[in-house]
């Protein structure tokens, strides 16, 4: 990694051009140096456009993150969070897993401009690009075993479905376990590791990616009908803004979920539910599909599914539920 790829990265996006030249100088570098920095930007997946006798800039303005900025909007409950933001990190959540292992407090969070390897819950790309979207982990210590914590990742949907209604997101829907759709389109998705006993205590590390304003060709590669808030909200969205509604609600949910497990949130859940009452497929792990009708979800996060051979009970896992052909 070169040191100056961001502090050069934060001089281009001010929508002019910086020559070589200019950037050595004001770095202090040569000009092989400040080529190498944007040479490993653009290995990092950063557009940058290089025009000879004018230099970089970028093709659009950078909404960076800002950890002061997250934590003034949180308001009066920021001294709760751990927050910490990262220019460049292969996954938050395995990141975020290493700093746990090692004694990270509770409610650490950190965010990233760039992932290389942001991934999925079932171990797939998470396709996110620096300025276009929000990828975040955050840490949250329970005193119970992971055995309990069944329907957490259900119970963190609805958070997140209640911080996206705050910035004026009223349409998005919750398809099992917990992606967020809009318009049938993905327009977030949840991954939680936990760490610990099964007996207690345990800790969740939920990791969360929302496409803000991703280019058209990037939503387009995605191998899933995908979405950003751009497309589907009046106004801009500042990320720094956004995440901290993420997590002021995340802190709420999960202080509830603590007492009353997913049973406290299941009829708010039910509420955001894409597929209720609707044809689908159960992608199992091991190639099989299943098709049926949804019933609803138990109070554990269990989807109940009327299917050939009667109601079937299918916990998350490695299962991929999709709308029937
Ligand atoms: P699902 O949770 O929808 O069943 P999946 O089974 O396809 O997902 P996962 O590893 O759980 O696989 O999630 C990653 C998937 O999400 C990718 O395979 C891709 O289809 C989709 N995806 C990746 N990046 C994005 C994004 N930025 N926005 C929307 N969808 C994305
Ligand atoms: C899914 O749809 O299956 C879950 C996607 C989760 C993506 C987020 S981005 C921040 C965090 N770090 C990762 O590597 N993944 C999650």
Redesign the pocket.
Known sequence: MSELTFPILHQLADGRFHSGEALATQFGVTRATIWNAVQYAQDLGVEIFSVRGRGYKLPRPVNWLDKAAVLQAIGTEREWFHLDVLDEVKSTNTHLMQAAANGAPHVSCVAAHIQTGG??????????QLGA?LTFSLLWRFDCGAAALSGLSLAVGVGLMRALQTVGVHDAQL?WPN?VLVADK??A?ILIDLQGDLDGPSAAIIGI?I?VD?PKPTLAS???P?IDLKSISDGVIDQNHLLAQVLKQLADVLRDFEQYGFMGVRDEWAQYHAYQQKPVRM?MPDGREIEGVVTGVADDGILLVETALGVQRFSAGEI??RGAH
């Open positions: 991934r999925g819950r079932r171990g797939r790309t998470w396709v996110s979207s398809k992606d993905k327009l998705g990616g496409n991703l995605i191998d899933q995908a992608l991929s539920l």
